[in-house]
Nanobody
Framework: QVQLVESGGGLVQPGGSLRLSCAAS????????MSWYRQAPGKERELVAT????????NYAGSVKGRFTISRDNDKNTVYLQMNSLKAEDTAVYYC?????????WGQGTQVTVSS
């Protein structure tokens, strides 16, 4: 079955960095567009970054552009989110998402807390 398992979340001080990973299994990873979403307490889930199946194109939410980088390793079936210059407002549960046409799956999420 399709599985997306996020890791790498935690507590970090403002200005710090974290790298999230999402390990995929149960489907042909290289055929899927991969994204990271996040949901802060009391807010709707929002799209953070997307990378095409080949990794040739990436898109970012305006709030993270220039600070976050999405990447993927199709040999390892893993997508990453490198987060630099973290701010308190980046605090949220971060979710991995896989999509191909009408097919879509979510991971269970990993908590990122930015606080001094």
């Amino acid at each position: 079955q399709v599985q997306l398992v996020e890791s790498g979340g935690g507590l970090v001080q403002p200005g710090g960095s974290l790298r999230l990973s999402c390990a995929a299994s149960g489907f042909t990873f290289s055929n899927y567009v991969m994204s990271w979403y996040r949901q802060a307490p009391g807010k709707e889930r929002e799209l953070v970054a997307t990378i095409t199946s080949s990794g040739s194109r990436r898109n970012y939410a305006g709030s993270v552009k220039g600070r976050f980088t999405i990447s993927r390793d199709n040999d390892k079936n893993t997508v990453y989110l490198q987060m630099n210059s973290l701010k308190a407002e980046d605090t949220a549960v971060y979710y991995c998402h896989a999509a191909r046409g009408l097919l879509a799956s979510w991971g269970q999420g990993t908590q990122v807390t930015v606080s001094s």
